[in-house]
């Protein structure tokens, strides 16, 4: 035998001291837990933060463990050490504070911790929160890149203020001071000449919630406007006609059977607490259904991946609806209770009885000729994988997890449709407000109403919320531009926030248009934390923080359960942990960064300095009467007063609430799932209640409190019998579901009385880039620009270098077979043409995609007009020229290159390419019921030809005005289809909800 | 004995190194030397080189030496799955790793199975870990690992070949299992996005011609294909000596610039070489490894035998170059 094998053995055989397994078998490793039987560590000593931990968390700073630690363990945070990992090997010590903060990048508002230098007061790096509930301590690429967006050396550090033409590229420094000064003296002088709808708000990533809502009603404004329309609203208006709430949040964790139409394994909302859940139910054995025409991530990892002609997913899912019902194999009882099949028959059927029989022979033959075969037919998916799907639906025990969001709702005409035939799932199965099932999100969010919540305004803004789309989620914010080319109205102050319309939306060309000519654009300030396309055209550029430089709450429906966390900046929390006096935010962030909520108060007082406007009061402490209100102040109140749960955890540790929140950045509300439609009525709203004998509805007389959450809900004032508070099921008085009928609206009245009665059952609308619409022999094809990169966020990740050296190009997926067709090869040149112009752009040969089918990622494609101005790591300096009216031509000068910069990094960039700017060769298609942006594409694409060059882009805004016309034609307006005289139903969910008065249609 | 060592083993190989390990380490010469006098540094030396090693360059699972695809949790990886639940046995509870396939738990599983006298065991070590343990720990030889990991390998080397019977396999017989072929996952080779042009066109008339550079990467990248571990330090060495800059990527990406870069500099030849070089240490290493255990002849057969159609490969690739 090998003679050292053989002492080794010797050796073995007379050990003294017992071995890991030996002491892990003892059962004797609570202190010392071995790696083989080592369990995780719980974070019991939190009230209300059940957070599991991984294992590694419980090893500390290599005295008692070693090895590559999770998480230091947080009675650490406030003096924790760890190597210089610049300086090793050396092993030099720095110490830190470990200060909680919210990641800013994507909605998800995962934890981060931020380390703090507690010599330099830099931040060193940011890693995840473990006692966040949401994120749970795992972040995706963004997270820790929040370190590039602070460092960022291209970032606007100071006010600045245009001089010159608006978009000449001329600033000059200014103060804060004489921001608001500018700004409060113009929207007095607006407000008080009654002006108030030629301001507007429009905002593209909130980050926060509840604020501008305290904001904009204390101001008395209805000029809230959202990104909504280039992204979910489709999605919205599917959930809320079945359910009135309008967002999905499926229990991912606990499902049997999850079916997404979307790639949350990789992106969108909320991919990092959706992903790390899916894969948990994937080990404990569901199985993932995944329905996207691109081979995403997400499509790689899932059992079925079903690659659907975009716009054909609604005929695949009434498949397995007609499944369901024709087998049997649905909750039969839960349709039965919670369904408004009486409603439908009552209206469709009168003659016939109204028996759940009747109900339930009706819907065979609604749904008969959605058959695999049709279905197969549509979206050229077999048939037979369709077949399977619907048996492991059927076969979900309750536990069905769906979810829908961007994706084909987003994309498709009548894409809401697709919404409502996912939820029409959750339904027929039962699955909804169960574990493994899907709830609606704000039955797991909490937004704290703050401590002086103002009135609602009485204004409507016909610029926003135009009479045209009465059932639209939410405003017209894409339409801007052609509202105010056609007169509508003019806008005096324009605040776009973290907001970059003329990248970001499509037809960018005539929001450009529109933001130089100031008769139209009075003033324009971009409150942005880094350059954009749109900051270039604004007035005051003003620097905002990213996620470690502000305040805000949060509190997403990222799974089952409901938590609310905090923003902070953390070098601010540090200095005041070491005593220093900090009065402003912008005294502790870089340069002069500042954040919205202190220049929210500020600006509130320059513009109501003596209360005289009745805006000021909002804006006074409720701690010191009369004083101006601090940011500490502003959340305080909320952490003390509506955060239900939170004051009793903070007195058992000893501390105030707002340290709490300082100290852990999160507070778990509730951990697991609840169902709040089948909770019992007050007891108290009962004394003056009336039961509809007809439809069992319940309405009371008794005022509503004030709900400490102010998540916005649909709104039932009732009539002379009081508001409708629930229904009755059996014996028991429900609250129901937030809709009319407090059921689930299988039928809609909703749609059939404001002019759709065809659409008031789940069905299928023909997208406008439906096979029949697109001739393939004429090289047209159907264009995905949506899809997302795991890596970026939209437009506000190009000030990250790690994230662009990651991905930073956006070729254009074709099929082999289509590659053949038109000859073209991978990176050949192709031009790729739209209704309103046409980009270049090289092509990418991929199976990945279907045939017919071609897609871009939306990522991509930055530019900027100066060659000193703007994010230098990820746009191209191009040339943008006028060449006729409305007919404009872009093409790139020179790619990106190293620069001089403080970041010794900027020197070193390799890549030249940052892909190709689609969205301005998109004209405006607003779904005429949902408004949602219609994303895809008819397009048509050759070969480049001879004249043009990689990232060419040519665009005619007559065109997109033309398209804008079109659909604008398609829509049914609330003066001509109105049952009662009013703009919307007032039911429906509307953020930034006006009085009732102002919903009332002006007489003609 | 054996069994208690081939547990311990199995729990070093498994995770870092702990605290509660120490007191053992020491008593066992071989590994105690190997360990510094400062606890702390110790064991935070210890658990960056298993980072280093098995984190990025060694990935310690079977299916990556003997599945086709060289992919974790593979085919073959179902097969060690399939014997643990034949044999009754299970991974304990918490333990950490990506597939069950993994060398650590593979020890601990052969420990208990010898223990208990199980049937099993005989198979999992003549059919598993005496085909591909050797070749794991002698890769992790040439990554340069800190003395105690090399002495771990050659004690856990020498443990599984002094466990082994004599003859294990039938003459003439190749040890390794029929799997099924490497899924195709890439179809039609096409660069990714992002990525120029450059791999086929840049090899084309220049050396590769005829081959397509994915057949190149799929034999050298593959263990069971090649008869090695092509490690991302062997490419980095390969590339230095011939004075070519460096590379950072993964395996695949590391190989193909390194080919790239050779090709532009007109140094295909002298890359070629390097790698037969590499290959006919190798070569020597599985012979010296036979002469001291006769009983391990069949599989050094079945590895050498893939390392001279490497050779060959390679010679043939050069040729096309030159032509």
């Known amino acids: 035998m090998n003679k050292r094998l053989n002492r080794f053995l010797e050796a073995v055989a007379n050990l003294s001291s017992p071995t890991r397994l030996e002491l892990a078998q003892a059962g004797a490793a609570s202190q010392q837990q071995s790696a083989v039987h080592r369990k995780a560590a719980n974070f019991s000593a939190l009230p209300g933060t059940q957070v599991s931990l991984p294992s590694a968390s419980e090893r500390t700073d290599g005295d008692e463990q070693v090895g590559l630690s999770s998480y230091p363990p947080v009675e650490k945070w406030d003096e924790w050490e760890e190597y210089d990992p610049k300086a090793w090997p050396e092993r030099i010590k720095r110490r830190y504070m470990l200060i909680p903060t919210l990641c800013f990048n994507c909605e998800s508002a995962c934890g981060l911790l931020g380390y703090v230098d507690k010599d330099s007061l830099e931040i060193q790096k940011f890693e995840g929160n473990p006692l966040h509930p949401g994120s749970r301590g795992r972040n995706c690429a963004k997270g820790p890149a929040t370190h590039n967006q602070v460092y960022d050396p291209e970032r606007v550090l100071f006010p600045l203020k245009r001089v010159g033409k608006r978009g000449e590229g001329k600033w000059v420094r200014v103060t804060w001071d004489q921001v608001l000064d500018d700004l409060g003296a113009r929207l007095r002088k607006a407000f008080q000449e009654q002006r108030h709808n030629e301001v507007i708000y429009h905002v593209g990533r909130p980050g926060h919630d509840g604020l501008m809502e305290w904001i904009l009603f204390a101001w008395g404004l209805d000029s809230h406007n959202s990104h909504t329309n280039v992204c979910s609203s489709g999605a919205r208006a599917g959930y809320a006609f079945w359910m009135g709430l309008d967002r999905p949040s499926p229990d991912h964790a606990k499902a049997r059977v999850i079916l997404l139409i979307s790639s949350h394994l990789e992106t969108g909302h909320y991919f990092n607490p959706h992903a790390q859940r899916i894969m948990e139910a994937k080990m404990d054995g569901a199985r993932l259904i995944v329905l996207d025409t691109r081979l995403s991530n997400t499509a790689s990892l899932a059992d079925y991946w079903l690659s659907p002609w975009p716009g054909s997913e609604a005929p695949i899912l009434l498949a397995i609806v007609n499944y369901l019902i024709h087998t049997g194999r649905y909750n039969r009882e839960f349709v039965k209770t919670w369904v408004n099949w009486k409603q439908y028959l009552k209206a469709e059927w009168p003659t016939e009885p109204c028996t759940f029989e009747t109900f339930e022979a009706k819907l065979k033959e609604l749904y008969k000729d959605y058959t695999f075969d049709f279905a197969a037919a549509e979206s050229g998916v077999e048939a037979e994988v369709i077949r399977q799907v619907a048996e492991e639906v059927a076969r979900c025990e309750g536990k069905l997890a769906t979810h829908t969001w961007r994706s084909t709702t987003a994309g498709n005409l009548g894409g809401w449709q697709v919404a409502r035939a996912l939820w029409f799932l959750n339904v027929l199965t039962g699955s909804i407000g169960v574990e493994g099932g899907t709830s609606a999100n704000a039955w797991d969010k909490w937004v704290p109403r703050p401590h002086n919540l103002p009135p609602h305004p009485n204004r409507w803004n016909e610029l926003t919320w135009p009479e045209e789309y009465p059932l639209t989620f939410y405003e017209l914010s894409i339409l801007l531009p052609h509202f105010l080319k056609e007169g509508r109205g003019k806008v005096d102050t324009y605040f776009t926030r973290v907001y970059n319309p003329v990248w970001t939306n499509p037809d960018g060309m005539s929001w450009m248009e529109v933001l130089t000519d100031e008769e139209k654009m009075g003033l324009h300030i971009c409150l942005t934390p880094t350059w954009s396309e749109t900051a270039w055209f604004a007035d005051y550029v003003l620097p905002m923080g990213h996620a470690p430089e502000r305040h805000d709450i949060s509190s997403q429906e990222t799974h089952g359960g409901r938590w609310i966390a905090f923003r902070q900046p953390v070098r601010r929390v540090a200095l005041e942990k070491l005593g220093k006096d900090v009065n402003y935010t912008y005294e502790a962030n870089p340069g002069e960064v500042w954040e919205e909520t202190e220049f929210w108060i500020e600006l509130s007082w320059r513009i109501d300095p003596d209360g005289s406007m009745g805006i000021r009061q909002y804006f006074e402490s409720p701690y010191q009467p009369g004083e101006k209100l601090t940011v500490n102040e502003y959340f305080r109140w909320m952490f003390e007063n509506t955060v239900p749960g939170l004051p009793e955890a903070s007195a058992d540790q000893g501390l105030t609430p707002l340290e709490y929140m300082r100290k852990y950045g999160a507070f778990e509300i509730r951990s697991g799932v609840e169902a709040p439609y089948l909770q019992p009525v007050e007891a108290e709203l009962l004394k003056q209640a009336t039961v509809d004998a007809d439809s069992h509805l319940v309405y009371s007389q008794t005022p509503a409190p004030a709900s400490p959450n102010i998540t916005p809900h649909p709104a039932f004032p009732g009539d002379e019998r009081g508001r409708l508070v629930g229904i009755q099921v059996g014996d028991q008085v429900l609250r129901g579901f937030d809709t009319p009928s407090r059921l689930l609206e299988f039928y809609s009245p909703t749609l059939r009385d404001w002019g759709w009665p065809e659409y008031a059952i789940p069905g299928y609308i023909h997208s406008h880039v439906h096979p029949e619409k697109i001739d393939p022999q004429a090289g047209e094809f159907a264009l995905i620009p949506t899809f997302r990169l795991p890596t970026l966020i939209h437009t506000r990740s190009g000030n990250s270098k790690w994230l662009y050296e990651i991905s930073h190009k956006n070729p254009l997926w074709m099929h082999p077979k289509d590659a053949a067709r038109l000859g073209v090869r991978t990176n050949d040149l192709v031009r790729v043409s739209t209704e309103i112009g046409y980009y270049v752009i090289k092509a990418w040969v991929t199976e990945g995609i279907r045939p017919g089918v071609v897609a871009c990622s939306h990522h991509m494609g930055r530019w900027r007009l100066q060659d000193n101005a703007m994010e230098r790591w990820s746009s191209a300096l191009v040339d943008l020229t006028l060449q006729g009216e409305g007919h404009w031509k872009m093409r790139h000068k020179q790619a990106v290159m190293p620069f001089e910069s403080s970041d010794p990094d900027s020197k070193r960039i390799w890549w030249s390419d940052v892909g190709v700017h689609q969205n301005l060769t998109f004209p405006v298609h607003p779904d005429p019921i949902s408004g949602m942006h219609c994303w895809h594409q008819k397009v048509k694409v050759e070969k480049a030809q001879p004249e043009d060059r990689y990232g060419d882009i040519y665009v005619d805004t007559n065109k997109a005005h033309e398209v804008y016309r079109e659909w604008l034609a398609m829509t049914r307006s609330a003066s001509r289809v109105s049952p009662d005289g009013t703009r919307r139903p007032y039911w429906l969910l509307r953020p930034f909800r006006p009085t009732r008065d102002a919903y009332q249609l002006p007489e003609k | ?323």
């Open chain 2, 1 to 323: 004995m054996i069994t208690h060592a081939l547990q311990l083993m199995g729990n070093y190989w498994l995770e870092e190194i702990q605290p509660e390990d120490l007191p053992v380490l020491k008593q066992l010469p071989g590994l105690a030397e190997a360990l510094s006098d400062d606890q702390a540094d110790a064991l935070t030396d210890l658990a960056v080189e298993y980072q280093r090693l098995f984190g990025f360059n060694l990935p310690p699972y079977e299916s990556v030496f003997i599945d086709p695809s060289a992919m974790l949790n593979a085919p073959a990886t179902a097969r060690v799955e399939r014997l643990y639940q034949q044999a009754g046995w299970a991974p304990p509870a918490g333990v950490r790793y990506a597939a069950p396939d993994h060398i650590g738990l593979e020890l601990l599983a052969l420990a208990d199975m010898l223990q208990t006298d199980m049937l099993a065991a005989p198979p999992l070590l003549i059919n598993h870990l005496a085909l591909w343990a050797p070749i794991f720990l002698l890769t992790l030889e040439r990554l340069d690992p800190h003395p105690f990991y090399a002495r771990l390998a050659e004690l856990t080397l020498a443990l599984i070949l002094e466990t082994l019977p004599d003859n294990p396999i039938p003459s003439g017989i190749d040890p390794f299992p029929s799997l099924p072929p490497a899924p195709v996952y890439r179809g039609t080779y096409q660069p990714a996005p992002g990525q120029p042009e450059l791999e086929v066109e840049a090899l084309k008339g220049q050396p590769i011609q005829g081959d397509s550079l994915r057949q190149v990467l799929d034999h050298l990248l593959i263990p069971r294909a090649a008869g090695l571990y092509l490690t991302r330090q062997d490419l980095a060495a390969a590339a230095l000596a011939l004075e070519l800059p460096g590379v950072v990527g993964d395996r695949e990406h590391t190989l193909k610039t390194v080919l790239q870069l050779a090709a532009q500099y007109e140094l295909l030849s002298e890359l070629f070489e390097q790698l037969v070089n590499l290959c006919q240490r190798e070569i020597s290493a599985y012979a010296d490894l036979e002469r001291d255990n006769p009983a391990w002849a069949a599989y050094a057969k079945a590895w050498q035998q893939r390392l001279e159609n490497t050779i060959q490969f390679l010679r043939q690739l050069d040729l096309q170059a030159m032509a």
